[in-house]
Every structure is written in structure tokens, then in C-alpha cells.
């Protein structure tokens, strides 16, 4: 499928456009994605089910982890150091928006970087986003 890019859409030959997100929604959802892999949020049930939709679904080299599944691996955890690298928004419907980024977490243990792509759909509910479905694929 090609894609490509038109001021403020990216186009999809015969299948329609996706607007790009206003900057104010791009950092706002940027804060949430790095609020998500911090330590004060993964020490809390409560800090995940507000930022984590209880519809959610992850795709991962596992398979697929539901919002309860994903709690119960990280809770009380604690998350590498994380940095987000070329991060894009795209607004999918007034409610719905699009993320995606190139995730790099340094290892505990000294070994080489973790790289990911990763993309999450996040969807407002009332004033508040929460995030919908994310997905993970490791990069070398």
C-alpha cells in the first residue's frame, strides 16, 4: 500500500485520509505514553485502570495481553529507563487518536538497548484519554 503524506493528512490511496493531530494533542498524549512507564504509575492499581481502558488489548511477541493481564505483569515492577524517538499522532475520529514511536529502554543488567516499534491507540473518554490497544515490535 502506498502511503504518503499531504500537509496535514496522510493519504491512503482509495482508502480515505487520517489527519494529522494538533500539537497540543501530540504533547498531551506524549506525556500520558511516557506517564505510562514510570515508576509512580506502575506502583498503583488505581494510576494504571485510570490511564489503561478496561476494553484494552496488547500485541507482543507473547500474543495478546488484556488490560488485567498487563496489570498483574508490571504492577509493583519497576520500568527501565525509557526514551520515545520519532513520535507522530494521527487523528483517527474527534475521540480517537493514532500513536506511533521507536521505543529505546536501556537494560538493567548493561546488555544492549531494547528497541521497539510501537504503536497505541488512545481514545478520550469524557475529558480524560485512556489508552486502548498498543502493540510491540521488537527492532533490532
Known amino acids: 500500500v502506498d502511503v504518503y503524506a499531504s500537509d496535514r493528512?496522510?493519504?491512503?490511496?482509495?482508502?480515505?485520509?487520517m489527519t494529522m493531530a494538533e500539537p497540543e494533542l501530540v504533547e498531551h498524549l506524549r506525556r500520558l505514553e511516557a506517564e505510562l512507564v514510570t515508576s509512580e504509575v506502575w506502583?498503583?492499581?488505581?494510576?494504571?485502570?485510570?490511564?489503561?481502558?478496561?476494553?484494552?488489548?496488547?500485541?507482543?511477541?507473547?500474543?495478546?495481553?488484556?488490560r488485567e493481564g498487563l496489570i498483574g505483569l508490571?504492577?509493583?515492577?519497576?520500568?527501565?529507563?525509557w526514551q520515545a524517538e520519532d513520535f507522530t499522532v494521527r487523528q483517527l475520529a474527534p475521540a480517537v487518536a493514532l500513536v506511533t514511536y521507536r521505543s529505546v529502554i536501556v537494560r538493567d543488567d548493561g546488555g544492549p538497548p531494547l528497541i521497539a516499534l510501537r504503536s497505541s491507540v488512545w481514545r478520550r473518554e469524557d475529558d480524560d484519554w485512556r489508552i486502548e490497544f498498543h502493540q510491540i515490535t521488537r527492532a533490532s
Open 9 to 17: 493528512a496522510i493519504c491512503v490511496p482509495g482508502g480515505g485520509s
Open 43 to 66: 506502583r498503583s492499581r488505581a494510576e494504571l485502570e485510570a490511564r489503561i481502558s478496561p476494553d484494552f488489548v496488547e500485541l507482543g511477541s507473547n500474543g495478546p495481553i488484556d
Open 74 to 81: 508490571i504492577l509493583g515492577t519497576e520500568p527501565g529507563a
